[in-house]
């Protein structure tokens, strides 16, 4: 079982910068791939970056303005959002995968409540 807890969310202008940062609780975090997903009011969850033991992968919507980084000493993922648009607003979620994850949010196992992330124009 592995629990996520998010945190850095917030509100900020656009073209403004947040880190959001997700702990996860139990001894293999680093076996475990993580990702990003984020789900705006009236919009399905949809995939934002993720991080495997080697490999990033973005979603066209944000490559160039995020970075998912990830800290296995200290069982913490992160994302570095730049650049920051008002159609970036909505709930972001980490999720942690057992297997690839990857893009396919049902390829994860394990998902944190949510953040708000709030871009004002």
């Known amino acids: 079982q592995v629990q996520l807890v998010e945190s850095g969310g917030g509100l900020v202008q656009a073209g403004g910068s947040l880190r959001l940062s997700c702990a996860a609780s139990?001894?293999?975090?680093?076996?475990?791939?993580m990702g990003w997903f984020r789900q705006a009011p009236g919009k399905e969850r949809e995939f934002v970056a993720a991080i495997s033991w080697i490999s990033t992968y973005y979603s066209d919507s944000v490559k160039g303005r995020f970075t998912i980084s990830r800290d296995n000493g200290k069982n913490t993922v992160y994302l570095q959002m730049n650049s920051l648009k008002p159609e970036d607003t909505a709930v972001y979620y980490c999720?942690?995968?057992?297997?690839?994850?990857?893009?396919?949010?049902?390829?994860?196992?394990?998902w944190g409540q949510g953040t708000q992330v709030t871009v004002s124009s």
């Open positions: 999720a942690a995968s057992k297997g690839i994850g990857r893009r396919n949010r049902d390829d994860y196992d394990y």
């Open positions: 139990g001894r293999t975090f680093s076996n475990y791939a």
